[in-house]
């Protein structure tokens, strides 16, 4: 049993302690699932944060083992928490599709950290406003179908194998267009997320 402990350890220790290359043409495939925080901003005032759950999956294309090109589809849920009332409190939960174009840097003596940045196309899917436990649906002249925001965020990659890892990263999202159609009031978009991620190169 013990040799079978130190085996495991050995081999544990092997797979964090080495980096796998990544030549120019490797291809990542990363299926995730995270946590989510949002809120809603005017010129003066944020909302509070609303909590979600974020899907989706990334493709790295590497140019060399140092940059990679990130994009993917991820579903995330915005909006934010408000009071309408001293004692009503309402959360519009606006769902949204992205598709973020981001360069990524691999960084560190074995690359396994990563730090991305560009922008993030998201498209509404659909709009609801819940108040006193009832969802109502949004009109569609009241909320933009189209966003684009500034995404950023930080990673480490734990790789078991030559073809297989583990993802751990925060994202964030800064809202760059008003996504406001009732009033002339400018409103965005802006929040982050925690995730995990199994990382499968091709």
Request: aromatic content about 12%.
């Amino acid at each position: 049993m013990k040799k079978i402990l130190l085996s495991l350890a050995a081999l544990a220790t092997f797979g964090f302690a080495n980096a796998q290359s990544r030549d120019k043409g490797t291809i990542e495939i990363t299926p995730k699932i995270g946590i989510s925080g949002f809120s809603e901003q005017n010129e003066e005032n944020y909302t509070d944060s609303n909590s979600g759950v974020e899907l989706g999956a990334t493709v790295d294309y590497y140019f060399n083992n140092r940059w990679s090109l990130r994009s993917g589809l991820i579903a995330d849920k915005m909006g934010g928490k408000y009071r309408i009332e001293q004692n009503i409190l309402a959360e519009d939960q606006l769902n949204y599709l992205s598709i973020p174009v981001n360069a990524n840097w691999h960084f560190g003596s074995t690359r396994k950290w990563n730090l991305n940045f560009g922008l993030s196309p998201s498209f509404l899917t659909s709009a609801k406003v819940k108040a006193n436990g009832t969802s109502i649906k949004l009109p569609k002249n009241t909320i933009e179908s189209f966003q684009l925001g500034f995404s950023y965020g930080i990673g480490y990659k734990i790789e078991f194998t030559e073809k297989f890892g583990l993802l751990i990263d925060a994202q964030f999202f800064n809202g760059l267009t008003n996504i406001n159609k009732a009033t002339d009031e400018r409103i965005l978009n802006g929040g982050y997320s925690f995730n995990l991620g199994g990382v499968i190169q091709l």
